[in-house]
């Protein structure tokens, strides 16, 4: 199995999109994919037409149960939550706010037959904060749009330092390992030929 994150300090640069026509592309060559939709916009999860408050990746933040729902042939989702940025501000205080997701992932496998997928994609809002820090610790890789201007330029060095902070904090305290082995690529998108 491998975990992806699409994640960027800037907002509209096709997070969101590439992580669905990715997950789709996937799915039709045959692999089974789990989304999970960790922006509180929600806008993955309504790609689908899922308005959901109820079991929603939100819980596996606070406890309770998350839905898992087939959406399609070789594609199922975790509904996001509108909650969801609420629920961070929460967490606050928590030592064990940034590996949640990890203990959630750890605890439903064989629950929830997480074995089954080969790919979970995960898309999230724009920025570096608990729940993206959650999915960039439960990752493989961390694919991040950049788009060509000023502005796109900048967010790559600020996601590239903030990624080095966090994985010199997260640590083995014995091994002084960190826990946070995702690889880091950036996709240029929206690129107009001129
Ligand atoms: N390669 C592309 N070519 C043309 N349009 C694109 C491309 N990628 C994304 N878009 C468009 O750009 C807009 C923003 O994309 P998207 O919602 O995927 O960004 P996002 O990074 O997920 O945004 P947010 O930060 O709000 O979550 C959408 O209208 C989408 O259709
Ligand atoms: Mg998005």
């Not at 606070?62 to 961070?88: A, F, M, R, T, W």
Request: proline letters at 3%; one cysteine or more.
């Amino acid at each position: 199995m491998k975990i992806i994150t699409f994640a960027a300090i800037k907002g509209g640069v096709g997070k969101t999109t590439l992580t669905f026509n990715y997950g789709e592309w996937l799915a039709r060559k045959g692999h089974k994919v789990l989304f999970i939709d960790l922006d509180h916009q929600c806008n993955l999860t309504q790609c689908y037409n899922i308005y959901e408050s109820q079991n929603t990746i939100a819980n596996a933040f606070k406890g309770g149960n998350v839905d898992i729902k087939q959406v399609k042939e070789n594609i199922s989702l975790i509904p996001g939550s509108v909650q969801l940025d609420s629920v961070e501000r929460d967490l606050e205080n928590s030592d064990k706010k940034n590996m949640l997701l990890y203990l959630w992932l750890e605890d439903n496998y064989e629950k929830k037959k997480l074995g089954q997928f080969d790919y979970i994609l995960i898309d999230c809002r724009p920025d570096f904060a608990t729940a993206t820090k959650n999915a960039v610790a439960v990752s493989h890789a961390i694919i991040s749009p950049l788009t060509p201007s000023e502005f796109g330029y900048n967010a790559k060095f600020n996601l590239s330092t903030r990624l080095e902070a966090f994985r010199k904090d997260v640590i083995d305290y014995r091994t002084r390992e960190s826990y946070i082995t995702a690889e880091l690529y950036f996709l240029a998108n929206m690129i107009r030929p001129n």
